[in-house]
Nanobody, 115 residues
């Protein structure tokens, strides 16, 4: 079965950093585009960024310069490094795996940015 398991969320102060991980199983990981999305209270889910099978990344404008996505194909894991965190970054962060018609989601991990 396909499984995406996020970890690394938690409470962090404004200006702090956090690294999220998403461990994938049940897919040929290296051919999938991996993405991070987030959903804040009262808002729709939005794209944070993606990394494709070649390692190329793209980000939503609001995340550029602060967030970095990377992947380790040997570990079937994608990462989201978050720096200079703001209270507005508070959300549930979701991992996504996509390959043509296949589209999978993790259960999400809570990130709370608060003093």
């Amino acid at each position: 079965q396909v499984q995406l398991v996020e970890s690394g969320g938690g409470l962090v102060q404004p200006g702090g950093s956090l690294r999220l991980s998403c461990a994938a199983s049940g897919i040929i990981f290296n051919i999938y585009t991996m993405g991070w999305y987030r959903q804040a209270p009262g808002k729709q889910r939005e794209l944070v960024g993606r990394i494709n099978s070649e390692g190329s990344t793209n980000y939503a404008d609001s995340m550029k310069g602060r967030f970095t996505i990377s992947r380790d194909n040997a570990k079937n894991t994608v990462y989201l490094q978050m720096n200079s965190l703001k209270p507005e970054d508070t959300a549930v962060y979701y991992c996504n795996a996509k390959y043509f018609g296949a589209n999978y989601w993790g259960q999400g991990t809570q990130v709370t940015v608060s003093s």
